[in-house]
């Protein structure tokens, strides 16, 4: 039991930057990540941390995204620079308990939020 509130998204240009937040409260487990959804598509993999530490990305925001939790306060960032239209999408904030070695697969986590609206124009 638990839930997770997403905050800042908006609209950006490209280029730009943009860095979004996920507060958790009540029962989280100690790995979180980032999906997003692109208007018209399925929900696709951005980043995750585990409770180690170890980072994931997917290979479309390498270099651009960064993905970091501040555990004492139990709240998960995402980074994003280097902004590109195509980065246009419903952001939304995960939780769970995921040690997989590709993480970024939607069906393996427990918590959402309710996602971050984030618009990239040219």
């Known amino acids: 039991q638990g839930a997770l509130a997403e905050s800042g998204g908006g609209s950006a240009q490209a280029g730009g930057s943009l860095k979004l937040s996920c507060v958790a409260s009540?029962?989280?487990?100690?790995?979180m990540g980032w999906f997003r959804r692109v208007e018209g598509k399925e929900r696709e993999g951005v980043a995750s941390?585990?409770?180690?530490?170890?980072?994931t990305y997917a290979e479309f925001v390498k270099g651009r995204f960064t993905i970091s939790k501040d555990s004492a306060n139990n709240t998960l960032y995402l980074e994003m620079n280097n902004l590109k239209p195509e980065d246009t999408a419903m952001y939304y904030c995960?939780?769970?308990?995921?040690?997989?070695?590709?993480?970024?697969?939607?069906?393996?986590?427990?918590?959402w939020g309710q996602g971050t609206q984030v618009t990239v124009s040219s």
């Open positions: 995960v939780a769970g308990t995921v040690y997989e070695s590709n993480p970024l697969d939607p069906q393996l986590w427990s918590f």
């Open positions: 009540g029962h989280i487990n100690d790995c």
């Open positions: 941390i585990d409770g180690d530490g170890t980072t």
